[in-house]
Nanobody, 126 residues
Framework: QVQLVESGGGLVQPGGSLKLSCTAS????????MGWFRQAPGKERVFVAV????????YYASSVRERFTISRDNAKNTVYLQMNSLKPEDTAIYYC???????????????????WGKGTQVTVSS
């Protein structure tokens, strides 16, 4: 059974930075694209970023492109989300997810992901 545990959330001022981590236990991490999604209060969960099997294989939502960077360390079974130039509208619960066995497909659809963490709260406020 795969378990995903996020960490690194918190309160940050506008313009600040945070780095989220998600560590996976179980199997298939190295053959699974890993994604980050977020859900703001009263809104649907939306795609943020995804990293494929290669570190160069990434895709971002337009709202975070140029500000966020997704990366992975297969030796540590961990995926990261470096968030810079944070804005109040980035406030949300951030979830990581594993698309088991997808290998070369980078999906932006939450329904394609098989496993989810419980989320970590990010609040951007002065």
């Amino acid at each position: 059974q795969v378990q995903l545990v996020e960490s690194g959330g918190g309160l940050v001022q506008p313009g600040g930075s945070l780095k989220l981590s998600c560590t996976a236990s179980g199997h298939a991490f190295t053959t699974s694209p890993m994604g980050w999604f977020r859900q703001a209060p009263g809104k649907e969960r939306v795609f943020v970023a995804v990293v494929g099997l290669s570190p160069d294989s990434t895709y971002y939502a337009s709202s975070v492109r140029e500000r966020f960077t997704i990366s992975r360390d297969n030796a540590k079974n961990t995926v990261y989300l470096q968030m810079n130039s944070l804005k109040p509208e980035d406030t949300a619960i951030y979830y990581c997810a594993q698309d088991e066995g997808a290998r070369f497909t980078l999906s932006t659809l939450a329904g394609d992901y098989d496993y989810w963490g419980k989320g970590t709260q990010v609040t951007v406020s002065s």
